[in-house]
């Protein structure tokens, strides 16, 4: 089973994206849960990480759940504390704010809908995801 800590960062009404080295996709800050890292941890380490920036969490927006992967996902709203944003890392091609209503077009599977439960001040929501076949074979290439 996998599990993965994200991270919604929103300023002036546009959130943080990252672009990932690995892949050619947008995503949220945010990545692998260590064993015996809470979450919460998680979230500040990985932001911190890909971004350069120390975050607080503030609320968990929600759990989503895919099985077919046995993978969770907790997606929370975090602020920024401190820090500043790095050009590039080990994980990180780019990063740039992007306002909410015009994200870009390649992002991470799932992640519009995370963004779609914060817009909509969801809070704890726990989410059941079927990965679409599409999905599944694009996961299965890359």
């Given at each position: 089973m996998s599990k993965g800590v994200f991270n919604i960062i929103v300023q002036d009404e546009r959130i943080l994206l990252v672009k990932r080295k690995d892949l050619p996709l947008w995503d949220l800050p945010g990545g692998h849960l260590?064993?015996?890292?809470?979450?919460?941890?998680?979230?500040?380490?990985?932001?911190?990480?890909e971004t350069g920036l120390i975050v607080k969490p503030k609320y968990l927006i929600g759990k989503y759940v895919i099985e077919e992967l046995d993978d969770t996902q907790f997606v929370y709203k975090?602020?920024?504390?401190?820090?500043?944003?790095?050009?590039?890392?080990?994980?990180?091609k780019e990063l740039r704010y992007f306002n909410l209503n015009y994200l870009p077009?390649?992002?991470?599977?799932?992640?519009?809908?995370?963004?779609?439960?914060?817009?909509?001040?969801?809070?704890?929501?726990?989410v059941m995801i079927k990965e679409k076949f599409l999905i599944r074979l694009l996961r299965k290439i890359l």
């Open positions: 260590d064993p015996e890292e809470s979450e919460f941890d998680c979230a500040i380490r990985e932001a911190y990480e975090s602020n920024i504390e401190s820090g500043e944003l790095i050009k590039s890392g080990p994980e990180t077009l390649f992002m991470v599977p799932n992640r519009r809908r995370q963004i779609k439960d914060f817009q909509d001040k969801n809070e704890n929501k726990e």
